[in-house]
């Protein structure tokens, strides 16, 4: 079994972080963009209440103070809903512009449409619609269907926030504590938290905890943060659990406690956080606090690769491509390499470099390989860089670098 462990990993694996996101954002992750509705019939904003169904990193679906719904009839079918939306849109509606930017933003009913999604989100904005508002600041956030802008992002904020919209006070407390198109301020940071924080706004809640757990211009104050992280716990925040999770593996500011770590890495993964995923993934592979078992590892990973998690992708393609009779074809461990690569994996792209270079469910190629190599080495992989730069048995270089064009082996 250590043999096996041995081979896996002699490939460029991806190991856990304590990865923490903009989490302001209140839809089904990979999904971006709010939608003002409490199903597809019967329409509600809650511009003083937590009103979305789920947070980009799911939470537990909360409480929300419905309107008056909106009058629009959605038909069972995929090209009706959007038929009917938009019939509602033309007549000049903000519910139903704002939903029909979220159906074009998330791909529901529709293809992925950035752009479109944004033309509505404008249009009801022009209503002083805050949610719609607040999800023309996240496309201005992330750079989709619009260059990426936080300055931008700010203002769209800021005009929700006018209107008491908790989502966007989030938003401006996390742009204020990074200082992402502003200049840096965690007093103000503090203040646009704490609000929609002390109305169970789980993002704020979170936001909240890790600034008083890891400081920010300042000592930390733990006794505080313990307090907002177990509300955001409490209320179900997947990333909450997840950093929880975190905690206990690596045993910051709590007793390490595995045990615990699995508890919590379960629940947020039930909620389908894809870094609970990868990491549950990642124990099982390497035996750590549960029994060694590649298929839940195998599984847990495709849980987190299919949500557009690279580093998964990528742990997912080693296991598949180290251990065969584990049944992942050779196109199957391209696609998932490929798929890796392409989100900015150095690991992915030094695993990929390897298929070219031994030609393996690729057609071989040594110029593809080592620029892939020249990449990897350039994003980090040491694994990358060994290969670039590995001595011969008479010393000097091992003309990898001879074979490519990469400007590294010119340093």
Request: with cysteine; hydrophobic share 40%.
């Amino acid at each position: 079994m250590l043999f096996v462990i041995k081979k896996i990993f002699r490939r460029d694996s991806v190991d856990y972080r304590l990865v923490r996101r903009f989490t302001g954002i209140t839809a089904r992750s990979p999904l971006l963009f709010l939608v003002p509705c409490v199903a597809m019939i019967g329409f509600a904003s809650a511009q003083n209440s937590p009103r979305s169904p789920q947070s980009l990193i799911p939470g537990e679906q909360q409480l929300r103070t419905p309107l008056q719904p909106a009058t629009i009839a959605v038909s069972d079918t995929a090209e009706g809903t959007v038929q009917s939306f938009t019939r509602a849109a033309g007549f000049g509606d903000p519910v139903a512009q704002t939903t029909l930017g979220y159906l074009y933003g998330n791909g529901i009913s529709t293809p992925v449409n950035f752009q479109e999604a944004v033309k509505w989100f404008r249009l009801a904005s022009t209503s002083g619609y805050p949610i719609a508002e607040f999800d023309l600041g996240v496309a201005y956030m992330y750079g989709q269907g619009v260059p990426q802008d936080y300055g931008e992002a700010f203002h769209w904020f800021s005009r929700a926030a006018e209107k008491h919209d908790l989502a966007a006070e989030a938003g401006l407390g996390y742009l204020y504590e990074k200082g992402l198109g502003i200049p840096h301020d965690c007093a103000k940071a503090l203040k646009y938290l704490t609000k929609p924080a002390k109305s169970h706004y789980s993002p704020a809640e979170f936001d909240l905890a890790v600034i008083y757990l890891e400081g920010c211009d300042g000592a930390p104050n733990p006794t505080v943060g313990t307090y907002w992280l177990k509300r955001a716990v409490l209320d179900g925040y997947a990333e909450a659990e997840y950093y929880l999770a975190v905690r206990y593996l690596q045993g910051e500011g709590i007793g390490q406690d595995e045990r615990q770590a699995v508890m919590w890495l379960n629940r947020a993964a039930s909620q389908g956080h894809d870094l609970a995923e990868f990491v549950l993934g990642l124990l099982y592979s390497k035996g750590r606090a549960v029994p060694q078992n590649f298929t839940a590892a195998i599984q847990w990973y495709r849980k987190a690769a299919d949500q557009g998690y690279g580093p998964a992708a990528n742990n997912l393609a080693v296991i598949l491509h180290s251990l065969p009779e584990l049944g992942g074809s050779p196109a199957e461990i391209v696609r998932l390499y490929t798929s890796a690569a392409a989100k900015g994996s150095a690991a992915a792209e030094s695993n990929l470099a390897e298929l070219y270079e031994t030609g393996f469910g690729v057609s071989k190629n040594q110029t593809e390989a080592m620029n892939l190599y020249c990449k990897a080495a350039r994003d980090g992989s040491e694994t990358a860089k060994q290969h670039l730069f590995a001595s011969s048995p008479q010393g000097g270089r091992k003309g990898n670098c001879l074979r490519g064009s990469c400007e590294l082996c010119r340093e």
